[in-house]
Every structure is written in structure tokens, then in C-alpha cells.
């Protein structure tokens, strides 16, 4: 498992280098905008626009960070009292509904990313599919996640100890 615990760390490393450069551009906009509108009597026409592109993609790519960490929304109180085979099967039940939501989620976003991809943002002028795209890749690697941890569930490791559970 020691190729799997090491794709899943570079992995999710790399996802929370995306989310942080994503916030630190999201922070010099924002306060670039503040500091034109109220010191300057100006703007950036592009600026709202690229900080809703990149909240969007920080969301997205964030979710499935959150994901591969164990650290996304879950009520843990009930499996937390139990042990051995039941736990297990907790374990193996949650990573399976996570991954098949976040997998339908991905799948149904296809259509629509091609039914609406082909329009261009009004300001940037950028095809809304390079935005759009950002939903079904967070769902992917969120399911991406999902199954990683489940082989290891299956494999007998010890979800916390290798990597979080789902």
C-alpha cells in the first residue's frame, strides 16, 4: 500500500497547492479592487469576473481535498463507538456513498458542461467550459479518493493510519 498512501499524499498536496494559490490570488484581487475603487476612483474590468472563476475552482478542487483528507463534513459519533468488523463496514459504507454521490454528481455535469461550455464569459471572453470543467474534475478526484481508500479499507489498513477515511 505504500505506492497507493504515496499517490494519494502527492496528490493531495498538489490539490491544496491549487486551493492556496487560488485564495492568494482571490486576496491580491480583492484588495487590489478595494484599494482602486476607494483610492483611485477605479477598477479592473476583469477582476470580479477572475475572482468568481477562482472561488469556483478553489470550491470544487477544495471539496476533493477535503475528501482525500477526511476532513469534508461527516457524523462520526456512532462509528466512533464501534470497533473491529462494524467499523469497517461503517468505513467501507461511507467511502461507497461519498464516491457514488460525488461520481453521479461528475457524470450528470458532463451534458450540462457541454450544453452550456460553448458560451464565453462576458468580460474575460473565455469559454465558460474552462470554468465548467472545474465541477466534474473536483467530483472525479473526490470519487478518486473515495477509491483509494476503499481498496485500503478492503486491504485491511487501517483507514486513519494510512490516510483518512471517507
Known amino acids: 500500500m505504500n505506492w497507493l498512501d504515496a499517490f494519494e499524499r502527492l496528490l493531495g498536496r498538489a490539490l491544496e497547492v491549487v ?3 487560488a485564495f492568494a490570488c482571490i486576496l491580491c484581487l ?4 478595494v484599494v482602486l475603487r476607494y483610492g483611485f476612483n477605479s477598477s479592473i474590468i476583469w477582476g470580479s469576473e477572475a475572482m468568481n472563476y477562482l472561488f469556483i475552482y478553489s470550491t470544487a478542487l477544495g471539496a476533493a481535498a477535503a475528501v482525500g483528507k477526511g476532513s469534508h463534513i461527516r457524523i462520526s459519533c456512532i462509528k466512533d463507538m464501534t470497533s473491529g468488523a462494524l467499523r469497517k463496514a461503517m468505513d467501507l459504507a461511507g467511502c461507497l456513498l461519498v464516491g457514488i454521490v460525488n461520481g453521479v454528481m461528475g457524470w450528470f455535469s458532463l ?5 452550456a461550455g460553448s458560451f464565453e464569459s462576458p468580460v ?3 469559454p465558460m467550459w474552462a470554468v465548467q470543467i472545474s465541477i466534474p474534475l473536483g467530483c472525479g478526484l473526490a470519487s478518486l479518493f473515495c477509491l483509494m481508500h476503499i481498496i485500503r479499507i478492503l486491504a485491511g489498513v487501517d483507514p486513519e493510519q494510512g490516510g483518512a477515511s471517507c
Open 30 to 33: 480583492t484588495v487590489t479592487l
Open 19 to 21: 486551493v492556496t494559490l
Open 124 to 126: 474575460i471572453r473565455m
Open 111 to 115: 451534458p450540462w458542461l457541454i450544453s
